[in-house]
């Protein structure tokens, strides 16, 4: 049972546009989200994250977006660039003050970003 | 600082066959992780550990074994691998138990079990 769900394995976007990555959970008791990027034959990196009290966080080029109701986060990638070609993961962390590393990942989505 | 680093980057073993993985880290972190990624998969929590001498179970642990002898190494082994273990597997480390704890991942060993 697949609790954080990436539906899109690609997307391509020409640079300068606006890269939007989609994350799905089913889980209600998740209430911390992040997101990673990992570029090939490296460890993912860790990129941005938002507590479920927040709607919004903002990074530079990187916002991402909770929708509670829909249990729907993305991640906006604003303008992109080549360099954000990547996977992109999403995680989930359960409610609790720690998680022990119980973060739940996502299958990832593979972001291509043409000159 | 070298971060998180693994050791090996690449192996190939035969069914049966045992082989242990090392994480080390030099950012004297406290909490350590191993995962695993599969294709079609996202990264999945075999074991981790919140401390020198002590390990515990994740979401998928079966056939693994940790220790965690001294803070900065967490090894993982495989008594007998099964084709089933061909992975990427992945090595994190964090400072706190705290979900905004950033976890720091290594660059993965791919294991290919035949």
């Known amino acids: 049972d697949q609790q954080v769900k990436q539906n899109s394995p690609s997307l391509s976007v020409q640079e300068g546009r606006i890269s939007i990555l989609n994350c799905d959970y089913t889980?209600?008791?998740?209430?911390?989200f992040l997101w990673y990027k990992k570029y090939p034959a490296e460890g993912p990196t860790f990129l941005i994250s938002?507590?479920?009290?927040?709607d919004k966080n903002e990074d530079g080029r990187f916002t991402v977006f909770l929708n509670k109701s829909a249990k729907h986060l993305s991640l906006h990638i604003v303008p992109s660039q080549p360099g954000d070609s990547a996977v992109y993961f999403c995680?989930?962390?359960?409610?609790?003050?720690?998680?022990?590393?119980?973060?739940?990942f996502g299958q990832g989505t593979i972001l291509t970003v043409h000159p | 600082n070298a971060g998180v680093t693994q050791t090996p980057k690449f192996r190939v073993l035969k069914t049966g066959q045992s082989m242990t993985l090392l994480c080390a880290q030099d950012?004297?972190?406290?909490?350590m992780y191993w995962y695993r990624q599969d294709p079609g998969m996202g990264l999945r929590l075999i074991h981790y550990?919140?401390?020198?001498?002590?390990?515990a179970k994740g979401e998928v642990p079966d056939g693994y074994n940790v220790s965690r002898l001294k803070k900065q190494n967490f090894l993982l082994g495989l008594e007998s691998a099964a084709p089933s273990q061909t992975s990427v597997y992945f090595c994190?480390?964090?400072?706190?138990?705290?979900?905004?704890?950033?976890?720091?991942f290594g660059p993965g060993t791919r294991l290919l079990v035949l």
């Open positions: 950012m004297n972190h406290e909490y």
């Open positions: 889980n209600s008791m998740f209430d911390y």
């Open positions: 994190a480390s964090s400072y706190s138990s705290l979900k905004f704890e950033t976890q720091y």
């Open positions: 550990s919140v401390g020198e001498g002590t390990t």
């Open positions: 938002i507590s479920s009290i927040k």
């Open positions: 995680a989930a962390s359960p409610a609790g003050g720690t998680s022990y590393g119980k973060l739940t």
